[in-house]
């Protein structure tokens, strides 16, 4: 049943722009990430918020539709600059 939802978002229903920007979401959420212990690109996601690198097994939370947010970003950037 994992896939019924998915398939219920491609007829004409909900409208174009809400079924474009869920087809969006999920390719976030299924794509490959670069790992910031190992640097390979193997992460992916195990559910919401939780990811895990393939090649050197280190699990790690994150955000819910990719690993590393816009605010994660800002907050290690200001920790770096002071």
Do not use: D, H, N
């Not at 978002?9 to 212990?37: D, F, H, M, N």
């Amino acid at each position: 049943m994992a896939g019924a939802p998915r398939a219920k978002l491609r007829t004409p229903r909900y409208g174009l722009k809400i079924r474009r920007r869920v087809e969006y979401i999920l390719q976030k959420a299924k794509r490959t990430y670069k790992c910031p212990y190992c640097g390979a690109v193997a992460v992916r996601r195990v559910r919401l918020g939780v990811w895990e690198c393939k090649k050197c097994g280190k699990v790690f939370t994150g955000g819910a539709w990719e690993p590393f947010t816009a605010v994660a970003r800002s907050a290690e950037f200001s920790r770096e600059t002071s």
